[in-house]
């Protein structure tokens, strides 16, 4: 149990689309970061830490931060870097926060992968050894992770593109979102695989974009401009990397992450004590297993969870309510956006996809396709 | 959006990486990839703490956190854990269709990736039916062999 919670102060994304010429890679991440300041009503200067989240192969530049460090708000002042998903961002920022050392922290991270190309990028990251020369990326480890998945579950492929119509319908009404058309399960599954099971139409399409939070100490956050909204507890895990386990990835690092942050949150029943969740459906079967992962659902209910529209706006516990990342496709940055997302239903400030009431909310991160790192976060706002 | 520029084709300005590596297999890999080449056998480390035999073999059981210790021969045959049948295109892959699965070979502990050949691919449901999970493989070594993973893939047992 954390005696001490981080608030969130702000926070900001820039406009999605496919590709941004306007603006150099530097000058996305200066649009974020002054935006997530704007949204606070702080200055530079208010600042005490700078956290990033980005990739260097991703980014087409080694050590990228070097060069996004100052347009992310960091001249003079502290600042690092991780080269995890975008959600680690905002876990070094609240543990940077709680060391006691920084009052505030800018949590910040972009994804610009229209520049490069992104599959061919992704085989970069599996062993060169027993890996690399066997035809693998992201999509084709996720297919494969998916088919593991479907062996006790039955009705896997007839909920993957119900979930995707879910959220593409969900993200056709929010004004953040990248996809905007909504789509029918039919639709889904009549589209081409494109590495069994996974169909064309279950792996979204990628937009460039930056997305930044403002984050205070307990005793900063009183005294913000906004009312602030509560990390009540955080977590993160990492499972197997492919080659050591039996089945190439269960989840093992949700799982772990969830434990972590439950236990920090004081959650013993999520389905019942969370009012939405924002998680990571790079594909749909991530979303799925993110149900039972996450205790939304029991082991092996994650299908049903969908199909009987408790993850669906009005269910039980509607899951990506903006659209998630079926909708808005930030490679490696998603998880931030999740966290954005959950921070502004819980500040009422989601607008079109603005659920009722709600009081306590998840955000999930996971590197993007084999998901082998996972980080989670309830938020409250009161 | 670009505040004081004039409206413009965007500027594109190329760039390229084409950086070469040496990455150095390691004693325990080497002796994989030479039995491999030389005695067309598939070999595993065991754990001597939890005796999982990890295959591809590994130094160390990330586990217990301890050592590997003896080598054990497993396989050919296996079980199919998880596979994909890839029919897209994609930069730096092979021209699709193709197969790949993670198949525990039997007497290893964890599962290894590796094309599987033989399967007729035209109907991607009646393929996966033949795939599916716990459906056994049989591991064919190549000939010649290079000492590299792609010395040997799988076909339906």
Redesign the interface.
Known sequence: MVSQRVGILGGAQTALVGRR???RLEELVFEAARAALADAGMVRDELDTIVMAGADQMD?RSISSMMAACPAGAYLKDEIRTTVEGSYAAVLACLRILSGEFETALAITWSKTSEG?Y??IS?LSYD????R?????D??EA??????Y??PRGDLAEAAPVVVAKNRGNGAANPRAFLREAITPEAVSSS???????R?AEVPQACDGAVALVLGSQRRALRSARPPVWIQGFGWGTG?Y???????AEFGGLRAAAAMAYARAGIRDPGRELDFAEVFDGTPYHEILAYEALGLAAAGGGPAFALDGSSARGGACPVNPSGGVQSANLRFASGLSRILEAYLQLSHRAGPVQLAAPAQGLAHGATTYPAQSHAVFVMRNS | ??DG?PAGQ?L?HP?Q?NIH?D?A?GDT?RQF?TDLRDHARIMGRRCPGCQAV?V?P?AYC?RCFVKTTDWVEVGPLGTI????????P?????RPP?V???V?LDGA???????VTGVDLSV?AA??QRLA??NRVEAVFADPREG???DFHFRLA
Do not use: C, Q
Not at chain 2, 109 to 115: H, K, P
């Open positions: 010429d306007d603006v087409g190309p599959d061919l085989t060169p050894f027993y890996h020369p066997l035809a693998f990326n999509v084709v297919a494969a992770v998916a088919s593991s479907a062996g081409r695989y494109v590495a069994y099971p996974i064309r197997d492919g080659v050591g386990a039996k089945v190439p | 959006m670009s520029a965007p594109i760039g990486w590596y990455y297999v890999a990839f990890l591809p590994r990330e854990e998880a596979f994909t049948i890839v029919y897209e994609f930069d730096g892959l092979p193709y790949v699965a993670y525990t502990s964890t599962a290894m990736a590796n094309f991607p393929a996966a999970l716990g590299l993973i792609t």
